[in-house]
């Protein structure tokens, strides 16, 4: 069964600090995994995506890498800020049919000051 | 920049009735997509839109579900005689031909009493 779990379900830092969400999958056939960021009440933003042949991507302070034999992927939030609390969603996209989004758990961050 | 948009932002409804939910996808964009969010839980796919058909969905989406392209703009998600635990934000997007990000709408939040 396709899957897409995320660790830890919830994180609380201080601004400034820097953190890493975790993602697990077993989606197959693996086409690419992204990383979101939803605020509370709207639709996901696309942060980073990343196939199968790369195994890093940035994008700002946003660093998402991919390890595509293990099957996990991690987001690193680097010099974090009061309007990063959000949840940060892993989703991956299967290589079949229309390409659905298989989406994670969600890590919900709260960044304090 | 284009972008997808959904109305209403929050429809109220009482059990039973139905409920038609609109979006108005990326004008060039020819793949659509509806996804639910039940409160504190991970999106969810229900069903994929492509050439004027049903192209995949979900357990999720059964009889009481469907879905249609009216005028070539708009694409709507109509439930028939909803139930509480259709209760959820719904998500509409929109994909081109070649690649494959799928870009969200800010959602409807569905509330039935």
């Known amino acids: 069964k396709n899957q897409v779990e995320q660790s830890p379900q919830s994180l609380i830092i201080l601004e400034g600090k820097n953190c890493t969400l975790q993602?697990?999958?077993?989606?197959?056939?693996?086409?690419?995994l992204r990383w979101y960021k939803q605020d509370t009440g709207r639709g996901p933003v696309s942060l980073t995506i990343?196939?199968?042949?790369?195994n890093t991507k940035s994008n700002g302070r946003y660093t998402a890498t991919l390890d595509a034999d293990t099957k996990q992927s991690s987001l690193h939030i680097t010099a974090s800020q009061l309007s990063d609390s959000a949840s940060y969603i892993c989703v991956v996209s299967a290589a079949s049919g229309t390409y659905k989004y298989i989406f994670g758990t969600g890590t919900r961050l709260k960044v304090l000051a | 920049e284009p972008e997808v948009t959904q109305t209403p932002s929050h429809q109220v409804t009482q059990m039973g009735q139905e409920v038609i939910l609109r979006c108005v996808p990326i004008?060039?964009?020819?793949?659509f997509y509806w996804y639910r969010q039940i409160l504190g839980q991970k999106v969810e796919f229900l069903v994929s839109?492509?050439?004027?058909?049903?192209?995949?969905k979900s357990e999720i989406f059964d009889d009481q579900f469907s879905v249609e392209r009216p005028d070539g703009s708009n694409f709507t998600l109509k439930i028939r005689s909803t139930k509480l635990e259709d209760s959820a934000m719904y998500f509409c997007a929109s994909r081109g031909l070649v690649e494959y990000e799928q870009f969200f709408g800010p959602g409807t939040r569905l509330t039935v009493l």
């Open positions: 993602c697990n999958y077993t989606v197959s056939p693996f086409s690419n």
């Open positions: 004008s060039n964009h020819l793949y």
């Open positions: 990343m196939t199968f042949s790369e």
């Open positions: 839109f492509y050439n004027n058909e049903i192209s995949e």
